[in-house]
């Protein structure tokens, strides 16, 4: 433990001291090429302005490269090839006939027909409830610390409330805990077709609740107070202002929420894995991947699959980039 400790104190250091190092003398190195002084300052002044904001991003255009760009390019030559020879779409037409892949994708739909939704509207309405109340900001820490947990930590916690034991034993999971209680037999809630994936959904429901309220609670304090104070002189009902009124005019908003949630069910991995491991019918295209990459050891079929992820995942993206600069504008 304390060389771990050590260990990332070091880290730090050498990273935080390459960075000032690194902005230090690539300000001494330009300004030494292009001085800004003598007959050609205020050219070298020029010059260095439009050199200087490229040589700050260079590193990160560097690693964006080595990490983001290269392995795009690698994961589509590896859909594209079998055995390091170059095979077209043979990997594909294997997808899509593969049961498994139907699975997934069907699940994956569901993920995003439920959790983007569900975790907007649970949102905002916390956002206008805790802002309707004096202890708002302390309701506010609770549903927003899910987020502070990882997906592992939260699908930990999770399996605890599913948790099932024969019947007999004692129930240490809430959810059976309860049911037996109850006079009923438990039931293991994980393995039942169906229901067990709206289950998994629950949990980053849970945890995208609390990013979706924050977004949302601060458009609708941006709502001109002018508007809500007319729709109520009218004789509107605090439902309707909130549904009509404040609703409308955050859409952009909610918009730029329910999108960013979309790109993160697009790519649910971990709750899945954690908890169920794409069994009982659970099975998503990024577990999918997963499998087959590191379990099969077939990184051909695995690239396959990440392929189709990311085209999934790159017009929701792109709209949603397009809209936040709208917004911004």
């Not at 949102?123 to 609770?142: E, N, P």
């Not at 609708?220 to 104070?229: A, D, Q, S, Y």
Request: glycine share 6%; net charge positive.
């Amino acid at each position: 433990m304390t060389h771990q400790i050590l260990l990332a104190v070091v880290t730090v250091i050498i990273g935080v001291g390459g960075c000032i190092a690194y902005f230090w003398l690539s300000n001494l190195v330009l300004d030494k090429t292009f001085p800004p002084r003598g007959s050609n300052a205020a050219q070298n002044l020029r010059r260095s302005g439009r050199i200087r904001p490229w040589l700050f991003m260079a590193p990160a255009i560097f690693f964006l490269g080595v990490y983001l760009v290269y392995p795009v390019f690698a994961s589509i030559w590896l859909a594209l090839s079998q055995g390091g020879e170059f095979s077209g779409l043979a990997n594909f037409i294997w997808l899509f006939q593969d049961p498994k892949f139907h699975e997934s994708l069907i699940n994956n739909i569901l993920w995003l027909l439920f959790v983007p939704t569900m975790a907007t509207l649970v949102g905002l309405v916390a956002a206008q409830l805790t802002d309707s109340i004096k202890w708002g900001s302390i309701a506010k820490a609770f549903i927003f610390m899910p987020m502070a947990i990882s997906f592992v930590g939260a699908a930990v916690i999770w399996k605890f409330i599913y948790e099932y034991r024969a019947e007999g034993l004692a129930q240490i999971g809430l959810l059976n805990a309860m049911t037996t209680s109850l006079g009923f037999e438990p039931t293991a809630w994980l393995t039942l077709p169906v229901v067990n994936t709206f289950f998994l959904m629950i949990i980053m429901v849970w945890m995208q609740a609390g990013f979706a309220m924050v977004l949302l609670s601060a458009a609708l304090r941006g709502i001109p107070e002018e508007t809500v104070e007319a729709a109520i002189l009218d004789g509107a009902s605090p439902w309707k202002v909130f549904w009509r009124i404040q609703v409308p005019q955050i859409y952009g908003t909610i918009a730029v929420v329910w999108t960013t949630i979309t790109i993160m069910v697009l790519k649910i991995f971990d709750i899945v894995f954690a908890i169920t491991n794409g069994q009982w019918g659970t099975q998503v295209l990024a577990n999918m991947m997963y499998d087959w990459s590191f379990r099969a050891g077939d990184f051909n079929r695995g690239a396959t699959v990440a392929i189709v992820i990311m085209v999934a995942v790159m017009p929701i993206m792109v709209w949603n980039i397009r809209n936040a600069r709208r917004e911004r504008d």
